[in-house]
Nanobody, 121 residues
């Protein structure tokens, strides 16, 4: 079984910074893409940023230039550095990982439990 555990959320003033972490544990042979999604009240869950095992990144337009995603493959951990935060960044942030747990090159999607990020104006 694979678990994703997030940490680092909280309350911050506009213009401030937060760093989210997400560690994957369990039976893991390889992880393909890892990413962060967010969901604000009454809205759908949207991609914030994604990083492949090779380090290629993809960002939502709304966070480009402010957020940076990175990963430590040895620790099966993905990070999201969030700078210049805005009130509209307020949401629950979810970690996602595509995991091969059986050494079969079949990848399955796993989600973390979510961490609240609140940006006050």
């Amino acid at each position: 079984q694979v678990q994703l555990v997030e940490s680092g959320g909280g309350l911050v003033q506009a213009g401030g910074s937060l760093r989210l972490s997400c560690a994957a544990s369990g039976t893991i042979f390889r992880i393909n893409a890892m990413g962060w999604y967010r969901q604000a009240p009454g809205k759908q869950r949207d991609l914030v940023a994604q990083i492949t095992s090779g380090g290629s990144t993809n960002y939502a337009d709304s966070v480009k230039g402010r957020f940076t995603i990175s990963r430590d493959n040895a620790k099966n951990t993905v990070y999201l550095q969030m700078n210049s935060l805005k009130p509209e960044d307020t949401a629950v942030y979810y970690c996602n990982a595509e995991v091969d747990y059986s050494s079969s090159y079949n990848f399955y999607n796993y989600w973390g439990q979510g961490t609240q990020v609140t940006v006050s104006s």
